[in-house]
């Protein structure tokens, strides 16, 4: 049979495979004697190859520029002994160590459906409070990641590096970086998921712009990347389906913030779309999930040190989100100061942000050698207009009108602007960026599931005044920018309670609080 293989392989008949996969009644393993050139992993669901040879943990294939399939790896019974999922429970619950076939079968068993979903649940909520170690850690995210199909881009000559952030109020940084990343010779496959409830995603920005498509085939998305350079697309369910599983599980169960699923989560599904390397922004504060900044430092150092192990090159800076991110939240609003921004103008906060993030990724990318080299590509970038000419580029090939990036008035605005007045006079001490993006959804600038409601891309903030800011009584600490006088009613007792003012002007906190490589 391995001959039969073998031979099907080197003439590439991949018909030959199909032939042979009929042959098999049942799972089947590679000898772990055979060279890990040589060896082929076969699907049990599709006749076709993984395309991605780094990831295959007992072998891999030539390079074959196929969009790969489903893989499937079961475990085989003369070595390995099923436990019940009750004692995997117990074993987790009690602080215990799983093997990487224990890791495995979990995961094979929950795409199966054969564990229940309330001992799915149990196992999601013991791993939340007895934790992982670094080891299983990686193998859950190599399971995971191959659990749904690894994308190939060794056919792109080009470094492959995306950019991750575990989400804040205000970040239009991906909408900056990404294209900043292609004018300097990065290739960028992102892929969006979900985000907090009150958060306005990257695409929602996005689809601000008429005739914008977020929604790719893989094949699609590998030929823009091949073409274009960089694509900003919907999370496909074919990447890391078990993680897709456990997710919305974990919205169920509130297990959210665990580490160990976090990094699991992002780095199944980021490496799955075949990124070299990843820069990751984790955010910490009152607009963040993360609300413990130490938490956030172990985050970072779990998603780094699990990136590694799987060989992918990861660095991680830790920023602070306890006010927005930039001078403005709301979809169109967003969008227009990425513009600026691409122009090498906006804000100082997302100017900061956005000239290390950049540098972070030319450096891991190996198109800049040096701090120096790389923070001057970053700017260079940012000032002659190339980077504006990519975003350009990318929302052409997904079907967006160009113009509109050419001339940012064309976006919807508001019928109404109205200011939020400052109560009294003093310094702005303390802002709840989550407060703000709530009252900002209040407005409709996010969509309500439940009610199935557009996105108002008109609507949303401005001018917002920043911690250590000082203000007179009835300055605008914000201006307002609505279409509905009921919606505005709600939305302002959010505004309200934002924000605190204090005789003595604070000391502003650091945007970067730390970097992790």
Same mark, same amino acid.
């Given at each position: %049979?391995?001959?039969?293989?073998?031979?099907?392989?080197?003439?590439?008949?991949?018909?030959?495979?199909?032939?042979?996969? *009929?042959?098999?009644?049942? !799972? %089947?393993?590679?000898?772990?004697?055979? #060279?890990?050139?040589?060896?082929?992993?076969?699907?049990?669901?599709?006749? &076709?190859?993984?395309?991605?040879?780094?990831?295959?943990?007992?072998?891999?294939?030539?390079?074959?520029?196929?969009?790969?399939?489903?893989?499937?790896?079961?475990?085989?019974?003369?070595?390995?002994?099923?436990?019940?999922?009750?004692?995997?429970?117990? &074993?987790?619950?009690?602080?215990?160590?799983?093997?990487?076939?224990?890791?495995?079968?979990?995961?094979?068993?929950?795409?199966?459906?054969?564990?229940?979903?309330?001992?799915?649940?149990?196992?999601?909520?013991?791993?939340?409070?007895?934790?992982?170690?670094?080891?299983?850690?990686?193998?859950?995210?190599?399971? %995971?990641?191959?659990?749904?199909?690894?994308?190939?881009?060794?056919?792109?000559?080009?470094?492959?590096?995306?950019?991750?952030?575990?989400?804040?109020?205000?970040?239009?940084?991906?909408?900056?970086?990404?294209?900043?990343?292609? #004018?300097?010779?990065?290739?960028?496959?992102?892929?969006?998921?979900?985000?907090?409830?009150?958060?306005?995603?990257?695409?929602?920005?996005?689809?601000?712009?008429?005739?914008?498509?977020?929604?790719?085939?893989?094949?699609?998305?590998?030929?823009?990347?091949?073409?274009?350079?960089?694509?900003?697309?919907?999370?496909?369910?074919?990447?890391?389906?078990?993680?897709?599983?456990?997710?919305?599980?974990?919205?169920?169960?509130?297990?959210?913030?665990?580490?160990?699923?976090?990094?699991?989560?992002?780095?199944?599904?980021?490496?799955?779309?075949?990124?070299?390397?990843?820069?990751?922004?984790?955010?910490?504060?009152?607009?963040?999930?993360?609300?413990?900044?130490?938490?956030?430092?172990?985050?970072? !150092?779990?998603?780094? !040190?699990?990136?590694?192990?799987? &060989?992918?090159?990861?660095?991680?800076?830790?920023?602070?989100?306890?006010?927005?991110?930039?001078?403005?939240?709301?979809?169109?609003?967003?969008?227009?100061? #990425?513009?600026?921004?691409?122009?090498?103008?906006?804000?100082?906060?997302?100017?900061?942000?956005?000239?290390?993030?950049?540098?972070?990724?030319?450096?891991?990318?190996?198109?800049?050698?040096?701090?120096?080299?790389?923070?001057?590509?970053?700017?260079?970038?940012?000032?002659?207009?190339?980077?504006?000419?990519?975003?350009?580029?990318?929302?052409?090939?997904?079907?967006?009108?160009?113009?509109?990036?050419?001339?940012?008035?064309?976006?919807?605005?508001?019928?109404?602007?109205?200011?939020?007045?400052?109560? *009294?006079?003093?310094?702005?001490?303390?802002?709840?960026?989550?407060?703000?993006?709530?009252?900002?959804?209040?407005?409709?600038?996010?969509?309500? @599931? #439940?009610?199935?409601?557009?996105?108002?891309?008109?609507?949303?903030?401005?001018?917002?005044? *920043?911690?250590?800011?000082?203000?007179?009584?009835?300055?605008?600490?914000?201006?307002?920018?609505?279409?509905?006088?009921?919606?505005?009613?709600?939305?302002?007792?959010?505004?309200?309670?934002?924000?605190?003012?204090?005789? &003595?002007? @604070?000391?502003?906190?650091?945007?970067?609080?730390?970097?992790?490589?």
């Amino acid at each position: %049979m391995i001959e039969e293989l073998r031979l099907a392989l080197s003439k590439k008949d991949f018909g030959g495979l199909r032939g042979v996969k *009929k042959q098999l009644s049942c !799972r %089947m393993e590679f000898p772990a004697t055979m #060279a890990p050139s040589a060896v082929i992993l076969v699907s049990t669901k599709l006749a &076709k190859p993984i395309a991605s040879a780094s990831f295959a943990p007992h072998g891999a294939l030539p390079q074959i520029h196929t969009v790969p399939s489903m893989r499937k790896r079961p475990i085989p019974s003369r070595r390995f002994i099923k436990p019940s999922f009750t004692s995997l429970i117990e &074993k987790k619950r009690d602080g215990q160590e799983f093997t990487q076939e224990e890791i495995r079968y979990i995961i094979d068993s929950t795409l199966d459906g054969e564990m229940p979903q309330h001992q799915q649940a149990a196992l999601l909520m013991a791993i939340f409070f007895a934790n992982m170690s670094a080891q299983e850690t990686a193998i859950l995210t190599e399971e %995971m990641m191959l659990s749904g199909e690894v994308i190939d881009l060794s056919h792109i000559s080009k470094p492959k590096i995306d950019k991750y952030s575990t989400g804040g109020v205000g970040d239009k940084t991906a909408l900056v970086l990404a294209p900043l990343a292609m #004018a300097s010779g990065v290739v960028v496959p992102m892929m969006c998921g979900v985000e907090q409830e009150f958060v306005i995603t990257t695409l929602e920005k996005l689809s601000a712009v008429p005739g914008f498509k977020s929604h790719m085939s893989i094949q699609h998305f590998v030929d823009q990347l091949a073409r274009v350079g960089g694509a900003i697309a919907e999370q496909s369910p074919e990447l890391a389906p078990a993680d897709k599983i456990f997710y919305d599980l974990r919205l169920e169960t509130g297990t959210i913030p665990s580490l160990p699923l976090i990094t699991g989560s992002v780095l199944s599904k980021k490496l799955a779309e075949g990124a070299e390397g990843l820069v990751i922004d984790v955010k910490w504060g009152n607009g963040s999930f993360i609300k413990d900044l130490e938490q956030a430092k172990q985050l970072a !150092r779990s998603m780094t !040190r699990v990136g590694r192990s799987m &060989k992918r090159r990861c660095v991680a800076l830790v920023t602070d989100m306890n006010q927005p991110l930039g001078d403005t939240v709301g979809a169109a609003l967003e969008i227009k100061e #990425a513009i600026a921004l691409l122009k090498g103008e906006g804000p100082e906060d997302m100017k900061e942000l956005v000239l290390k993030l950049g540098m972070e990724i030319v450096r891991l990318a190996g198109v800049a050698g040096s701090t120096l080299s790389a923070k001057q590509t970053v700017q260079r970038h940012l000032t002659d207009g190339s980077a504006l000419e990519k975003f350009k580029d990318m929302i052409k090939a997904q079907g967006g009108d160009v113009s509109y990036i050419d001339h940012p008035e064309k976006f919807p605005t508001a019928k109404h602007i109205r200011k939020l007045p400052a109560p *009294k006079r003093g310094y702005v001490h303390t802002i709840n960026a989550a407060m703000i993006a709530k009252g900002v959804s209040l407005l409709g600038a996010g969509k309500d @599931p #439940a009610h199935h409601n557009k996105i108002d891309y008109a609507v949303g903030v401005s001018e917002i005044k *920043k911690v250590g800011t000082q203000v007179k009584q009835g300055e605008p600490l914000m201006m307002i920018h609505y279409n509905d006088e009921a919606k505005l009613e709600q939305a302002l007792n959010y505004f309200k309670d934002a924000y605190r003012l204090a005789p &003595k002007r @604070p000391i502003p906190p650091p945007l970067v609080v730390e970097r992790v490589a």
